[in-house]
């Protein structure tokens, strides 16, 4: 099984609160992977500060993808896997959006690779990137109702 | 997917609608290359062609039913997507694997991963003109997939890999044909390599051809052996090690160049790298032992015990009617599929049906970063890029 080296997690937990003591609002620790729950608001500054602050050195986003809590609310949980290849090291970025407003600052600012990540989070869940250079479907054809991996979109029939 | 666009660009410029159907795309992918001449001036893809709903699919099975979609997401890697899925079910579960059945785990995909570069290699190789190679990697692959065949029954869509273990017992004499395999493969890919490495052709097409520098690379999230033929050695095996990689000795092949030939050589030296780690992990297995951990309720009891043994008969009802509930929370495994970083990350509510099934393909993160690599580069320059980045349309658009 994989154990992720996490060792260092304290050592982001306080980089992150030195840096701005709202950033962390929930810190999770499970089955040896950690999660940094982020406020909407600082996302985006957040995860500058995670890939230029020497100290933590994320420079990799490894993936970007969407949880429907559906009927929860904030229903759609975003989360942004971050490695750092210099210090061998991962960690996972989550903040919630509603389904009233589901935007949220785009990524692509910081690492180049969330583009495509969005898009299809945009295509699949309808959640808007604010600030994505090029925010189109990417997997369904453009002329497409709806967003199939929300819950409340039926597997199999007619919506 | 994009609608058909039927501009022309601007006076000086032309657009060439390349694919979906043409062959150097390997699949339904489709760029629109906007053109100077022969030089390309933007490149857009356009995917989604292969899309079937994998992931929403998967919260509709219980999570031992939906290894038989994972089969079918990379078809030229079933076996790594099996593992990397239950590599996060297991961690969800916490669930500990017998070492024997990681071995088999790993020599399987090793060999798998010899497979999937051999496919590449001829493709790859009929995309630039040589159309022998072709012939000789799928002779070999089928020695493979032969192997794949006595050990699972199935030579594509094996499904051999199950939450705590693997399938079946490793089958009678199986050392045989692997090491036949063993010995035969080294001369193989000398043979391969006496074709291409100093041909005058592949290096013309390939030499200089795609390059992108490693912070580019890093910053597209590009992985695999796109990322270690620009010099930097990251491969999931030996920075976050898996199913008992730790204990495999090999090397990581890197390359500083950064071209299509750089990443020809690192697929080259992958391949060698995984025969060393095949004949160790074969070495490792023992001739019997336990294949699947020893969680009632999780892994199937053996028939024996459900004939005489009530709970096994009541667990194996269980499991195959209503299926086991992880506690919620999430897991996000990684592996290092022949094409780069494959993740699955699992989000469960406790539920004995995942809420979210996520797969990281590296297919689709790695073509991210074609428009980059061709902008300026001539047209036949493309057919190289599009080659070398490796891409399953499969696992692109899931």
């Known amino acids: 099984m994989t154990q992720l080296a996490n060792a260092s997690t304290g050592v982001v937990v306080e980089q992150l609160r030195a840096w701005n003591p709202q950033a962390v609002s929930e810190m999770v620790e499970y089955r040896g992977e950690t999660t940094i729950v982020v406020p909407r608001e600082l996302l985006l500054a957040t995860a500058k500060q995670c890939k230029e602050n020497p100290a933590l050195d994320f420079n990799l986003l490894s993936d970007a993808t969407c949880v429907d809590r559906f009927p929860v609310e904030p229903r759609f949980e975003l989360n942004y896997h971050l490695v750092s290849l210099a210090r061998r090291d991962r960690l996972r970025l989550r ?61 199999e029939g007619k919506r | 997917m994009t609608t058909v666009e039927t501009a022309v660009g601007t006076t000086k410029t032309m657009v060439l609608n390349m694919g979906p159907q043409h062959p150097s795309t390997h699949g339904v992918l489709r760029v629109l290359l906007e053109l100077d001449g022969e030089n390309v001036v933007t490149a857009t893809p356009d995917i989604g062609y292969l899309h079937t709903g994998i992931e929403k699919s998967c919260e509709d099975k219980t999570y031992s039913q939906a290894i038989t979609l994972t089969d079918r997401i990379d078809y030229l890697n079933p076996l790594g997507n099996n593992l990397v899925y239950c590599l996060a079910v297991e961690k969800l579960l916490d669930l500990k694997v017998p070492k024997r059945a990681q071995y088999i785990r790993v020599m399987l995909v090793e060999l798998q991963r010899i497979s999937s570069h051999l496919v590449w290699l001829g493709t790859h190789a009929i995309d630039m003109g040589a159309m022998s190679v072709l012939l000789y990697c799928f002779r070999e692959r089928e020695e493979i997939l032969k192997i794949f065949e006595q050990f699972t029954g199935q030579r594509m869509m094996t499904s051999y890999i199950r939450i705590g273990g693997v399938a079946l017992q490793p089958p009678a004499g199986w050392r045989e044909p692997v090491k036949r395999f063993l010995d035969m493969m080294p001369a193989r890919i000398d043979e391969y390599e006496a074709l291409l490495t100093e041909n005058r052709i592949w290096q013309g097409r390939l030499k200089g051809v795609g390059y992108l520098s490693p912070k580019t690379l890093i910053a597209l999230s590009t992985t695999g052996p796109g990322l270690r033929a620009a010099g ?76 005489t043994e009530m709970e096994a008969l009541i667990y194996h009802f269980k499991i195959f009617t209503e299926g086991f509930s992880p506690p919620a929370g999430e897991a996000f495994a990684t592996v290092e599929s022949p094409r780069g970083e494959l993740g699955c990350f699992i989000a469960s509510d406790g539920s004995p049906k995942p809420l979210r099934v996520h797969f990281r393909s590296p297919s689709f993160i790695n073509l991210q970063a074609l428009p980059t690599m061709v902008t300026g580069q ?15 349309l499969g696992e692109v658009d899931r």
């Not at chain 1, 604010?130 to 991996?149: K, N, T």
């Not at chain 2, 047209?379 to 399953?392: F, L, R």
């Open chain 2, 378 to 392: 001539l047209i036949a320059d493309t057919v190289a890029c599009i080659g070398t980045i490796d891409i399953v």
């Open chain 2, 232 to 307: 930097v050695a990251y491969d999931n095996r030996k920075i976050f090690p898996y199913s008992s990689y730790e204990e495999f000795d090999f090397d990581v092949p890197t390359r500083t160049e950064s071209d299509c030939y750089a990443r020809y050589l690192v697929r080259v030296a992958e391949m060698r790298e995984s025969l060393k780690i095949v004949r160790q992990a074969m070495d490792k297995i023992a001739d019997d032992g336990p294949i699947k951990a020893e969680a009632p309720g999780i892994v199937p009891p053996q028939r024996e015990k459900m004939k």
């Open chain 1, 95 to 155: 903040t919630s959006v509603s389904a009233q407003q589901p935007v949220i600052d785009s990524l692509v600012p910081v690492w180049l690779g969330a583009n495509w990540l969005e898009r299809e989070i945009f295509d699949l869940f309808g959640v808007r990137f604010e600030g994505h250079p090029d925010l189109r479907r990417i997997l369904l054809p453009e002329g497409f109702e709806g967003a199939p991996l929300r819950r409340d979109f039926p597997t």
